[in-house]
């Protein structure tokens, strides 16, 4: 069974084709968590629509809060300088939270907007939250602009994306490693990119390795509560305790890590039951809604050292201590979470 292969939302597919064919659109709308490709686009949008030079006549940046209507109006409807296309981006601009005059003022902006410019509403720390309630103002969207989401990228052209990277720092790496990056650092661009510049200067040889990128990279707390779990799997509870201690002097707070941990002992019995049940990675990954088999065969691997009953009993344990951190005034999570790892270390090795 194939690994599931990523849906291209249809706003982001219909942009590309835009700049590859020269025909921009008049207005868009850019949301999304993968920031990276938002500002990567937009730059193409300035490329595309504005001679290098004219930027300052041309290209305006504006703020959405506090912008009403008639002067986003005025600002679309300036003539280009020199030139045959304006460029507005307005960030942050609440559409669906304008009063009922301001509404209609949009829709006809958007019924009537002028073809020099290209217009582009850019959501950065607001979420896009389109509202079906508000009838015209959604039809005039939907029909008027090109709505784009930013997703995070399929696995395998987020793996030949880190491989052009590290080839442009003069690196390689193979399809393993680029997967064990993403595992550990996230699958979001904007966050990879530091990891990689970091990885590139702190690897030795031509080809970046696993221990290379262990060695240097940040890991996000899902992967480092993995590698708790996978310590205590090993008999490495030592190890287990030290990557704890590296949370809570990361001042996450014990009842979110306790969350984790819990959540991974869940991973972990449902493994168990595929080793024991015969299913395969791909099962795993149905359940967990995984993006690419490389955690599942990590689950796999690490769940052939336990058995049901264990990990049952340990979904108990965290169950028991969520509700006591929850409940106790003064309760000593970080205190708690060592003993229960001590506790888990202990039904692992018997």
């Known amino acids: 069974m194939p690994v599931k292969k990523e849906t291209e939302d249809k706003g982001y597919a219909q942009l590309k084709r835009d700049l590859r064919e020269k025909s921009v659109r008049t207005v868009y709308v850019f949301y999304g968590e993968e920031t990276y490709l938002r500002e990567y686009y937009l730059n193409q949008l300035r490329?595309?629509?504005?001679?290098?030079?004219?930027?300052?006549?041309?290209?305006?940046?504006?703020?959405?809060?506090?912008?009403?209507?008639?002067?986003?109006?005025?600002?679309?409807?300036?003539?280009?300088?020199?030139?045959?296309?304006?460029?507005?981006t307005v960030t942050d601009f609440d559409i669906?939270?304008?009063?009922?005059?301001?509404?209609?003022?949009?829709?006809?902006?958007?019924?009537?907007?002028p073809d020099y410019c290209c217009l582009v509403f850019v959501y950065d720390i607001l979420e896009y939250k389109p509202d079906r309630k508000m009838k015209k103002l959604y039809t005039a969207l939907t029909e008027h602009a090109q709505?784009?989401?930013?997703?995070?990228?399929?696995?395998?052209?987020?793996?030949?994306?880190?491989?052009?990277?590290?080839?442009?720092?003069?690196?390689?790496?193979?399809?393993?490693?680029?997967?064990h990056l993403i595992f550990t650092c996230g699958?979001?661009?904007?966050?990879?990119?530091?990891?990689?510049?970091?990885?590139?200067?702190?690897?030795?040889?031509?080809?970046?390795?696993?221990?290379?990128?262990?060695?240097v990279a940040d890991p996000m707390i899902d992967a480092m509560v993995f590698?708790?779990?996978?310590?205590?799997?090993?008999?490495?509870?030592?190890?287990?305790?030290?990557?704890l201690g590296k949370l809570l002097k990361m001042q996450e707070e014990p009842i979110v890590i306790l969350s984790l941990i819990?959540?991974?002992?869940?991973?972990?019995?449902?493994?168990?039951?595929?080793?024991?049940?015969?299913?395969?990675?791909?099962?795993?990954?149905?359940?967990?809604?995984?993006?690419?088999?490389?955690?599942?065969?990590?689950?796999?691997?690490?769940?052939?050292?336990?058995?049901?009953?264990w990990?049952?009993?340990?979904?108990?344990?965290?169950?028991?201590?969520?509700?006591?951190?929850?409940s106790q005034t003064g309760f000593d999570g970080a205190g708690e979470l060592k003993y229960l790892l001590m506790r888990l270390a202990q039904g692992a090795r018997q």
Request: hydrophobic share 40%; with cysteine.
């Open 47 to 88: 490329k595309e629509l504005i001679p290098a030079g004219f930027e300052e006549f041309n290209y305006h940046r504006v703020a959405g809060k506090a912008l009403a209507v008639q002067e986003l109006s005025d600002i679309v409807e300036a003539l280009p300088m020199m030139c045959e296309k304006t460029l507005v």
């Open 96 to 113: 669906f939270k304008l009063n009922e005059e301001q509404r209609g003022e949009l829709i006809a902006l958007l019924s009537d907007f």
């Open 147 to 179: 709505i784009v989401e930013f997703k995070a990228q399929g696995q395998s052209d987020l793996i030949n994306w880190i491989a052009r990277r590290f080839k442009a720092l003069g690196k390689e790496i193979d399809r393993q490693s680029a997967e």
């Open 187 to 215: 699958s979001l661009m904007t966050g990879l990119i530091p990891e990689i510049e970091k990885i590139g200067a702190y690897t030795k040889g031509p080809r970046v390795t696993i221990d290379d990128i262990n060695a």
């Open 227 to 243: 590698d708790i779990t996978n310590e205590i799997s090993a008999g490495n509870y030592d190890a287990a305790a030290d990557t």
């Open 262 to 309: 819990g959540k991974e002992l869940r991973k972990l019995y449902t493994a168990r039951i595929a080793l024991d049940g015969g299913k395969d990675r791909y099962w795993l990954m149905d359940i967990w809604n995984m993006r690419s088999d490389y955690p599942a065969k990590l689950l796999l691997r690490s769940a052939n050292r336990f058995t049901k009953e």
């Open 311 to 326: 990990c049952r009993e340990g979904i108990a344990l965290c169950k028991k201590l969520d509700v006591q951190m929850k």
